[in-house]
């Protein structure tokens, strides 16, 4: 796995009076009124272009931002320029296209996106991204399983290349859960669908202590033992991947299902709600959330983890009243003494929502990136910065 390789700041050299290339993910969510509505990304590139500005570095910013279909300035980065200029207390000046890239210690170039190039990691675009700087920098970890053209083709253009500090952070702490987890480890597993996630279910079902799975993901377990779990999610790749794991014995001693749910006759803040325990749900009914017993349950694995790594919300919690589960889960991941590392998304909202946030070890940013490097997949970003 080539993580022990990466390069970082400490490799870059001196680059004072230099242009230095990068990447960020400022991939940030909007008002109605245009205004960047959650800055958490932005802010947590700041270290890294901190440090790189103390050396005297001049930067040139490059960010995706949605899925523009071509030069779409509702897709503009302009917004995040001006946040970042605020954040900062310094002008960031934003080049509209690769032609007019101005000098300059604080540019920001327009949506890599607007580029066709960009997600073919087209070779022509990344030699010109390249002939910008004197060396690149990605910061943007959750960019890392993609192979863009400044994710990836880009290193091929410069001399110098290396992973900035919420990159390294990110890598690092997923290693260390990966090679050397301070032990038990612990996983819990949630989300809707276990098809989407068979391979990080996998995965821990080898290398963890124990699997806690909860959320949508768990149903077609219970319908494959024969159980009926009603209108409940469940779909045929769910199906195939609770058979898939249940085959193996080994896996199945890891892992723990839910003993009870709390069921809903309708997916509305005002259905009626009912505990079915043991779990045999009715046609009408189906499951939204973990029962009292599982959430006990659950919330004492997590306590006397070494390390818990979370992603998957247990239950419908956007909705209030089946939030409970969610909620004890992230209660006791940020109360417990383990290592506890929450793998960003919807677990990483919900933790937001909750107000417990800065209560883990490490939220990460990677999102899909972060479940590939899991999965034990190679990502063209992290492979790209690794080795002298
Ligand atoms: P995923 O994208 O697979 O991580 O799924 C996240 C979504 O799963 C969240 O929006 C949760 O609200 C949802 N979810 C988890 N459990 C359930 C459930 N029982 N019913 C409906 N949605 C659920």
């Known amino acids: 796995m080539p993580r022990a390789g990466l390069r970082t700041l400490d490799d870059l050299g001196d680059v004072a009076g230099r242009r230095v290339l990068v990447r960020v993910d400022f991939n940030v969510p909007f008002d109605a009124d245009g205004t960047v509505s959650d800055d958490t990304r932005i802010r947590l590139a700041i270290a890294t272009l901190e440090a790189l500005r103390e050396r005297g570095a001049r930067l040139l910013i490059v960010s995706h931002l949605g899925r523009p279909e071509g030069r779409d300035p509702q897709w503009s980065l302009r917004p995040v320029a001006a946040h970042l200029s605020a954040l900062l207390d310094e002008d960031v000046v934003l080049a509209a296209s690769l032609d ?157 299902l839910p003993v009870d749910l709390v069921i809903a006759d309708d997916f509305s803040a005002d259905a009626n709600l009912r505990v079915s325990h043991p779990i045999d749900i009715d046609d009408e009914w189906e499951a939204i959330d973990i029962g009292p017993l599982t959430r006990a349950d659950f919330a004492a694995v997590i306590r006397d983890a070494g390390t818990v790594f979370w992603n998957g919300p247990v239950g419908a919690f956007e909705i209030e009243p089946f939030a409970e589960g969610t909620h004890a889960i992230a209660r006791a991941v940020a109360e417990t003494s383990a290592v506890t590392v929450v793998g960003g998304g919807d677990s990483g909202a919900a933790l937001t929502r909750f107000g417990l946030q800065d209560e883990v070890t490490h939220l990460s940013t990677g999102g899909g990136a972060a479940l590939e490097l899991i999965e034990g997949q190679v990502l063209p970003g992290v492979a790209a910065l690794t080795g002298r």
């Open 100 to 256: 007019e890239v101005p000098e300059g210690d604080l540019v920001m170039l327009e949506n890599i996106r607007f580029e066709a190039g960009e997600t073919k990691n087209d070779g022509a675009l990344a030699a010109r991204l390249g002939a910008l700087a004197d060396a690149y920098v990605n910061d943007a970890f959750g960019s890392a399983h993609r192979a863009h053209a400044s994710t990836e083709g880009v290193v091929h253009h410069v001399q110098r290349s290396v992973a900035g500090l919420l990159f390294e952070r990110e890598v690092q702490t997923l290693g260390r859960l990966l090679d050397e987890p301070e032990r038990p480890l612990v996983a819990v597993l949630g989300g809707a669908k276990a098809g989407d996630k068979i391979g990080v279910i996998n995965r821990f079902l080898e290398i963890a202590d124990i699997v806690l799975l909860g959320g949508g993901m768990s149903y077609p377990f219970f319908a494959v033992s024969g159980k009926r779990i009603g209108r409940s999610l469940c779909d045929e790749a769910g199906l195939q991947a609770a058979r898939e794991v249940l085959e193996r014995e080994a896996t199945r001693e890891r892992l723990r």
